[in-house]
């Protein structure tokens, strides 16, 4: 069974600085899918960003990066410059293949950006 | 925009009340999710659908049943609600090898 862990249940960050949060998980898996998702107070979900295993280039979305080791098993989010919408809880989380959208979702960071 | 619709955003119950969330999506999405979050546990997956009159346990399926009739609607049935329910349920549909897109989530409390 995949297993993600999150071991960051808060941290906050002064706006315009850049954050980090960290994201590890287990499989015997060799092709696999990672994802970020942002959860706002409004509760909606949102991805954030997205990184395919056999790819090497680590995925990027504007201010939004990863970090991702593959041998490590090590999946961390980047957010530069950070704004104060993007305070909220993101959460990793990780599929098998794309053919199956079962996601196994990590405990959650709750990120706060201080004005 | 693909939307996934929740009927309620908070709802209260009472202990052995059978309680029905439901979902609507209007992409024509094949596959449709019921995660319950829980602070400090993340999202955990009940059950998912790939298909009409379709449905698969996920990995916390004790206490609940789902039903889908409809394409576009996806329930969650709690046949009789207990204390320990008490969560936010979010549900979620995609396409074949797509992103899922998520409802807002339902904050349910049973008392």
Not at chain 2, 1 to 22: H, I
Not at chain 2, 74 to 95: H, V
Not at chain 2, 96 to 105: D, H, Y
Request: net charge neutral; aromatic share 12%.
């Amino acid at each position: 069974a995949q297993t993600v862990t999150q071991s960051q249940p808060e941290m906050s960050v002064q706006e315009a600085e850049t954050v980090t949060l960290s994201c590890t998980y287990d499989t015997s898996e060799s092709n696999y899918y990672l994802f970020w998702y942002k959860q706002p107070p409004s509760r909606q979900m949102i991805l954030v960003i997205r990184q395919e295993a056999y790819k090497q280039q680590n995925a990027t979305e504007n201010r939004f990066s990863v970090n991702f080791q593959k041998a490590a098993k090590s999946f961390s989010l980047k957010i530069s410059d950070s704004q104060l919408g993007d305070t909220a809880m993101y959460f990793c989380a990780f599929v098998p293949n794309f053919g199956n959208e079962k996601l196994t979702f990590g405990t959650g960071t709750r990120l706060t950006i201080i004005p | 925009d693909v939307k996934v619709t929740q009927s309620s955003r908070y709802l209260v119950k009472r202990t052995g009340e059978k309680v029905f969330l439901e979902c609507v999506q209007d992409m024509d999405h094949e596959n449709m999710f019921w995660y319950r979050q829980d602070p400090g546990l993340g999202l955990r997956l009940i059950y998912f659908s790939y298909d009409v009159k379709m449905k698969e346990k996920g990995d916390i399926p004790e206490g609940y049943s789902v039903s889908r009739e409809k394409k576009e609607r996806f329930s969650l049935i709690l046949e009789s609600a207990s204390t320990n329910q008490t969560s936010m349920y979010l549900c979620a549909s995609s396409s074949l090898n797509e992103k899922l897109f998520f409802g807002s989530g339902t904050q349910l409390s049973v008392l």
